[in-house]
Nanobody, 124 residues
């Protein structure tokens, strides 16, 4: 399984970006899988941002992004998205997508697969 994240860039405060994470490789994304987004700012630990259950589409968010970010998936394209609106300077980080079958999907150590990160920079 390979995960490829894209869509990062430089945006002004209040702006929007949409990140994508394509899952490729042998086999399909199983309905029991959870796809998650984490981020890591300089000097900080990787933190949970959002997750989605691949099969039923249930979504979960960190309090810091609730109401501003939306996670979604396209099962036909094996892709998960993170729509980020009303961006703040504190959203600046490298964003990573991951895949897990664990119920503890808010814990980055529970993820078996990670993509390379994509940098999001929010300037004031």
């Amino acid at each position: 399984v390979q995960l490829q994240a894209s869509g990062g860039g430089l945006v002004q405060t209040g702006g929007s970006l949409r990140l994508s994470c394509l899952s490729s490789g042998p086999g399909r994304v199983f309905s029991s899988s959870v796809m998650g987004w984490f981020r890591q700012a300089p000097g900080k630990e990787r933190e949970f941002v959002a997750a989605i259950r691949w099969g039923v589409g249930n979504t979960y968010y960190a309090d810091s992004v609730k109401g501003r970010f939306t996670i979604s998936r396209d099962t036909g394209k094996n892709t998960v998205y993170l729509q980020m609106n009303s961006l703040k300077s504190e959203d600046t980080a490298v964003y990573y997508c991951g895949k897990t079958s664990s119920s503890s999907f808010k814990v980055w150590g529970e993820y078996a697969y990670w993509g390379k990160g994509t940098l999001v920079t929010v300037s004031s």
